[in-house]
């Protein structure tokens, strides 16, 4: 199946992905995972960093268990937000969303810059950019 996948081009892939409702990707750099899910339990979108440089805002309470400060995830219709992590969302061999394209599952899409991941609810606007340096909430 995988070499029927490759030979079918990336808007075949972008086509099976919506059909599917997940897409699992990084970005050229290698710092930044991201999964996009249509479905189950809600669509939601999920982008970790493999490094981070910047300073998150503090940790929510002691029992946040996991890493802090390099994952954010946002469920449809709700506001971005930093979570504490015991996985990550990194993986071998994943799709590369190169700089200057987009991608779209569902309600959320993403786009890969030099200057970081931005992913956006397009139904609400809401959304946020990730980048080993910075990141920022699109309210």
């Known amino acids: 199946m995988a070499i029927v996948l490759g030979c079918l081009g990336f808007n075949s892939l972008t086509a099976l ?49 996991g890493a802090w400060g390099r994952s954010v995830t946002m469920t449809i219709g709700e506001d971005p937000a930093f979570h504490c992590i015991s996985d990550w969302a990194g993986g071998e061999n ?24 931005t992913c956006v609810d397009t139904t609400t606007g809401r959304g946020f950019r990730l980048a080993r340096q910075s990141y920022e909430f699109l309210r």
């Open 17 to 65: 992905a919506d059909t599917y409702g997940v897409r699992h990707f990084t970005t050229p750099s290698g710092n930044t995972f991201c999964i996009i899910v249509n479905e189950w339990p809600k669509p939601s979108v999920r982008c970790d960093l493999k490094e981070a440089t910047f300073t998150p805002p503090p940790r929510p309470s002691a029992d946040c268990d």
């Open 94 to 117: 994943l799709f590369v969303l190169e700089y200057g394209d987009d991608t779209k599952v569902g309600p959320f899409q993403c786009s890969s810059r030099v200057d970081g991941i």
